[in-house]
């Protein structure tokens, strides 16, 4: 229980982090950041629940106000924002993407992380970020799709980033991939 507690709060320390990484800001109003390479890393290296827990605690720390994603932005006014589906869709990208990695035991754990990080770091997330663009800019869901296909290039890499650590992390230390546990 202790572990696992502190492998959520080093996890969400990591996504944070990232959001030091300087963003690049699109007209409409969300950055392309690091920071969904962390939301990928939470699921494929601490499974399912821990990961989704992890980015689950880094959108609380959100609400609370503190300046955690990128630009130093946190509040509820981020909850008002463009940016509101890819936040709200953190704890469900993470969880999705753990879940794939887990049930991939099959495959290599590069591969299954890869897979977990494109179907859940970048479909589930793009369906809550699209849904959000939608809502607050007041597009249609074709309108606001059109606007997320600047970051398909960008979260690709990230998927094949998320996959190659995590495939890393597991030969150097097989027992912190907790997803292949």
Do not use: H, N
Request: glycine residues 16%; positive net charge; charged residues 10%.
């Amino acid at each position: 229980m202790e572990r696992d507690l502190t492998l959520i709060a080093l996890f969400t320390a990591l996504v944070a982090a990232l959001g030091l990484v300087p963003a690049l800001m699109l007209g409409f109003g969300v950055p392309i950041t690091a920071q969904s390479l962390g939301i990928m890393l939470c699921g494929t290296v601490l499974g399912s629940w821990r990961g989704g827990l992890a980015a689950l605690l880094f959108v609380g720390l959100v609400a609370l106000g503190l300046p955690l994603l990128s630009g130093g932005r946190g509040g509820f006014g981020v909850f008002q924002s463009p940016t509101v589906g890819f936040v709200v869709g953190f704890p469900f990208a993470a969880f999705v993407t753990g879940l794939i990695t887990e049930r991939l035991r099959g495959t290599s754990t590069s591969f299954a992380a890869w897979t977990g990080a494109l179907v859940g770091g970048v479909v589930v997330l793009y369906a809550f970020g699209v849904t959000g663009l939608s809502l607050v800019l007041g597009k249609t869901m074709t309108e606001a799709t059109m606007l997320v296909i600047a970051f398909i290039p960008g979260d690709m890499i990230k998927a094949v980033l998320a996959g190659l650590i995590t495939g890393a992390l597991y030969r150097a230390r097989p027992r912190s991939v907790l997803s292949r546990a």
